[in-house]
């Protein structure tokens, strides 16, 4: 079992920034890949971005590329979300979410979520 904490969400003014973390406790997420999920309210939730076990690969939705960016440290078991020039369509609960294989985007633990909201 894998217990998955969000934090570092908030309110910032479109054009800020904000950095998520996600910290992963119980069995680790060793060998997993990680993503960043989010649900806007009255719409569904929509992937946002993914990397592998080893950082190699990074995964992003169009509507995010070149302005968020994923890492992760597997010695803190912790995976980060870097927010830049936010804009209030970014404005949702932020959820991070583990997988069993190295590359594999299929998720299988989720956390609670933390709240980002961009004021205009």
């Known amino acids: 079992q894998v217990q998955l904490v969000e934090s570092g969400g908030g309110l910032v003014q479109a054009g800020g920034s904000l950095r998520l973390s996600c910290a992963a406790s119980?069995?680790?997420?060793?060998?997993?890949?990680m993503g960043w999920f989010r649900q806007a309210p009255g719409k569904e939730r929509e992937f946002v971005a993914g990397?592998?076990?080893?950082?190699?690969?990074?995964y992003y939705a169009d509507s995010v590329k070149g302005r968020f960016t994923i890492s992760r440290d597997n010695a803190k078991n912790t995976v980060y979300l870097q927010m830049n020039s936010v804009k209030p369509e970014d404005t949702a609960v932020y959820y991070c979410?583990?997988?069993?294989?190295?590359?594999?985007?299929?998720?299988?633990?989720w956390g609670q979520g933390t709240q980002v909201t961009v004021s205009s």
């Open positions: 990397i592998s076990w080893g950082a190699d690969t990074t």
């Open positions: 119980g069995r680790t997420i060793s060998g997993g890949s």
């Open positions: 979410a583990s997988a069993n294989g190295a590359y594999s985007r299929t998720y299988d633990y």
